[in-house]
């Protein structure tokens, strides 16, 4: 693992607020994951790096986005690009197709913090969890 966090521990506290969905105090499964964000694998006869950085400001010039990249390109084709876990192609795809059978959403609080214009606890943000929460 190449870059990890801890999610938070607070991140499933407001979807228990009790003015919001009235769920458990702590939803294990949702509290201190371990996210990688930047990971190698090999796979079959090859290797692949996953990223799951957004990157999306290269486009606009943002120096943190390019050093990024840049640091990407330059360990793919350096010597330090190995890997240490192996799946063979038929277990990627198996896990890709169960992932694209069920998916996971992810807490609307995610997306509504880099939004950046209202604090978590807004009206704004409760009905547009609820509506994230239930469509399809």
């Known amino acids: 693992m190449l870059i990890s966090v801890i999610d938070k521990s607070t991140r499933d506290r407001f979807d228990a607020y009790k003015f919001s969905f009235n769920l458990p105090e702590l939803m294990y499964d949702r509290t201190l994951r371990d996210f990688g964000y930047l990971f190698e694998l090999g796979v079959g006869e090859g290797r692949l790096l996953v990223c799951g950085l957004n990157l999306t400001s ?63 606890e807004s009206k704004r943000y409760w009905e547009e969890s609820r509506a994230y929460l239930t469509e399809d």
């Open 58 to 120: 290269l486009d606009d010039g943002e120096p943190s986005c390019e050093a990024m990249a840049a640091f990407i390109i330059n360990y793919i084709d350096s010597a330090d690009f190995t890997t240490t876990e192996n799946i063979s192609v038929q277990e990627l795809k198996a896990y890709m197709a169960a992932c694209a059978e069920k998916p996971v959403k992810e807490r609307m609080m995610t997306q509504f913090w880099a939004l950046d214009d209202a604090p978590v």
